[in-house]
């Protein structure tokens, strides 16, 4: 049977995942833990990367190449760009891109590298199983794109440049990091988050008071979403 991997960036958007899972086996590698569980028959492997780009795409790689998982979902929390996110809401990416990937002195536009692309975009029958699990318990769930940068935004200026350059309408730290390199080795992969913050002057005290809660909405989530993925 295939194994489901579950990443999210912190310790706190993969610990309501933990206390649900069954049979956990902690498997130490390249300094960071893993850990293989089972859920309603399902073989897992669940880690948080630590934050970034850099970590999370380490952490993708190690669960495709290292694990054998073939189907990857993240779950987590970011901030808001689109007005219609609250704090609490959920949004899974269609596409996500780099926002602070930038060579456009050289005439590229912004978030794209030669033999890229802006945009990668994620697997559209997970989205579907989302959907039909937004449905059953009568959530709303936006899909829209995620940007991606190894900055935690906290700012209008910055929200309205990522907003008039790529449409995003929620942003985070790991995403499209994580897409690339599914897409890169050809694995269905799928991203989750509920909202922190709006990436506002308050979002750092947003994101202190609210990530637990926020985190724990994208986890249950994806575990009643594990149950509709046929391995
Ligand atoms: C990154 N994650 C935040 C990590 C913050 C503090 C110790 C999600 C996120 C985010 N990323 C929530 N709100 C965000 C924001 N406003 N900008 C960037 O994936 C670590």
Redesign the pocket.
Known sequence: MSKIAIMG??PEEIAPLLKKVENIKKVEYANNAYYQATYKGKELVIAYSK??KVFSSLTASTLIEKFGCSTLLFS????AINPSLHIGDLIIADKLCQHDLDITIFGHPHGFVPEGAVFVETDIRLREIAKVVAEKNELTLIEGTIA??D????SNERKEFILSTFKADA?????ASVATVCDALNVPFFVL?AI????NDD?GMD?DEF?VGSAIISANFILEMVENIDQ
């Open positions: 960036a912190m934050i970034g987590g929390v970011a901030g991606t940068g900055q935690f935004v906290a942003i985070e730290m790991e995403g988050r922190s913050d709006t990436a979002a994101f990530m």
